[in-house]
Every structure is written in C-alpha cells, then in structure tokens.
C-alpha cells in the first residue's frame, strides 16, 4: 500500500513535470504567439483615455492627397514627473514647401527616478521640429531636420538633462517618403494593408536604444569615476532610408509602446479590418486605445515578452505598459 502511494504521487509529479514542459514548447513557438496574438488583437477594443491631432491634408505634384492622424495614449504613473499629456512621447506634425513632415520621440524614462522631466527632451526635439519643418527654406530631409532641431534643443537650455529616441519622415509631394531613425521607435509603409516597408530598430543591448541626450559635464565625470558611460549619440548616427509611396499607402510612426505590444502584421490586420483606415482619425483613436488595453494584459503573448523570453530562456507572457504615440499617414 506504502509503495502504491508513492508510485501514485511519482507519476502525479512527473504529469505535472512533462504539462510543464509541454506548455514551455508552445509558449515558445513563434506560431503559438502570432495566432494568439491575432485573437487578442481582433477583440473588441475597451475605452481609453486619448489625444487626438486634427487630420492634415496636402496635396501633392502628382495628384497624391496626404491626411495625417494623431493619437496617444499616457500610461498611468503615480509619480507623475513629466509635464506632457502625452507621458514622456511627444510627436510633431508641420506642412513645409517640399510635403509634409510628421515624427515621434520617445524620452528615455530611467530620469524621471532621478526627480527629472522624462518627457522634456522629447517634447522640446518636437517643437523645434516642427517649427524648422514649417519655416525653413528649401527641401530639408529628416536627418537635415533632426540635425537642426537637436542643436537648438542643445543650445535652448530649457531640458535640461535626458534622453529621446526619435523618428522623423518626410513625404515629399511626388510620393517619395524619406526617413531618418534613431533608437526603437518606428516607421512602416502599409500597402494593401500589407507590410512593404519599415525600419529597424537600434539598440545596443536588449531594451537599451540609441538615444540623443544631454548629460551635464558634472555628471559624465562622475560616471566616469565610477567605470561607467551614458549613451550619446547624434543625429549622425540616424539610418536613413528612402521609399516611394503609392496611392492608398497607410504610412505608421509609433513609439516602442506601440512596437512592443504588437507585431506589423497585426497592425495590417487592424489596417485591413477598417477599410484600409478610411476614417483615419477614428480608426487612429480605436487603434492606440486596442493597443493600450493589450499593453495592460496579463495574458498578452506581447513582442516585449516574446524577446524576453529568447534572452533568458524562460516563459515570458504579458503586455508591456508604456506610453503610447502613433502618427498616421493616408496616401489618397
């Protein structure tokens, strides 16, 4: 009878062991996280608190229409550091004489521990953006205009320490899109709400982008004592890239709280069940308010959760709770 027990929990003990393993194969299959990730994706989207930017429209040389929407959704902090409504994104939409201009940036978070604005260097990068986008001479590319906008940020003074990752594009009235990236967020061409285009991300290690900042002297030598750096790149590290654009193209600029939650193809997916986002600005809101939810999802097969799990080896589930900043554009 005493050896009939112990048979009976070993073999409860090893069901429970292979379920495990079972259950840590499937939740490692790409497969398994792209079909359930499709199924969360496709549920109907909760509400949410968001901001909205009113649609632009510019016509083109060739008779392309551009209509951009804006929508952001902050997540809730209980330390609430930054002063931006968008929590520590920022975003610019400007209209210049060679097409127009739209962008993201996302501020380092890590700062606002340290008692500062997080959002402040992406939100003063944004408003210089914008301002030299809408009054400069000639046909700036985005790397011209990030070039710019991060010098006068440096030379304002008004942030004072951070960092910002920052996407820029520049769609130019015969269609053809330029495109200047640094860090994790992000820019895709969606044509048949299919993907044909984006960028990639620059990271110098997991969860860690390339990032313009400002750190006072005092404080890199401090580091410096202490065997430490800060990353410090410049808009000349950027990648730039050039794509043309078609009529009915859906052209998406997001932050890594849009990135990290949900994959391009689900973005086509969602591009494809709107109509191929005929009402841009709602389809836009309806968006990041779908993403939103997810990001706050224990069960979330999120992008952020599958990489974590491919650097440590074990299961990872769950959305990633960030701010979230999306620009769209229609090409009509």
């Known amino acids: 009878m005493f050896v009939g027990v112990g048979a009976s929990r070993l073999g409860r003990g090893m069901l429970v062991a ?8 499937i939740l490692t299959q790409a497969g398994f996280y792209q079909s359930a990730a499709r199924r969360f994706f496709t549920r109907q989207a909760g509400a949410t608190a968001y901001g909205a930017y009113a649609g632009w429209h510019g016509k083109g040389g060739d008779g392309l229409t551009y209509q951009a929407a804006v929508a952001f ?3 809730e902090r209980k330390d609430k550091k930054e002063s931006s409504g968008t929590g520590e994104d920022n975003y610019f939409v400007g209209t210049g004489a060679s097409g127009l201009y739209v962008g993201v940036a996302d501020g380092v978070g890590g700062w606002a521990m340290h008692g500062y604005d997080s959002s402040a260097i992406s939100r003063e990068l944004c408003a210089s953006l914008q301002e030299y986008a809408e009054r400069a001479a000639g046909a700036p590319g985005p790397k011209e205009l990030l070039r710019h906008a991060w010098r006068r940020v440096r030379e304002d003074g008004i942030a004072k ?4 990752t920052a996407v820029v594009a520049q769609l130019r009235p015969e269609g053809q899109l330029r495109v200047a990236n640094l860090g994790d967020s992000w820019c895709g061409v969606f044509r048949e709400s299919k993907l044909v285009f984006e960028t990639a991300v620059q990271t110098l290690a997991f969860n860690t982008p390339y990032q313009l900042s400002i750190i006072p002297d005092h404080m890199q030598a401090e580091a410096t004592r202490n065997g430490r750096s800060y990353i410090l790149n410049t808009p000349e590290d950027a990648d730039e890239y050039e794509f043309m654009l078609q009529k009915g193209d859906i052209v998406v600029l997001g932050t890594d709280g849009v990135t990290d939650n949900v994959a391009p193809e689900d973005i086509g997916m969602f591009i494809r069940d709107h109509d191929n986002m005929k009402d841009l600005q709602a389809a836009t809101e309806e968006f990041v308010s779908e993403v939103a939810r997810l990001s706050k999802d224990p069960n979330f097969p999120s992008i952020f959760a599958q990489e974590l799990q491919k650097l440590t080896g074990e299961p990872h589930i769950g959305g ?12 009509d």
């Not at 379920?19 to 194969?25: D, G, T």
């Not at 320490?161 to 910002?164: E, F, K």
């Not at 990633?320 to 090409?331: N, S």
């Open 18 to 25: 292979v379920i495990a393993v079972m259950c840590h194969l």
């Open 320 to 331: 990633k709770v960030d701010d979230i900043t999306v620009v769209m554009v229609k090409v």
């Open 161 to 164: 320490v951070g960092g910002t």
């Open 73 to 75: 959704n902050a997540k």
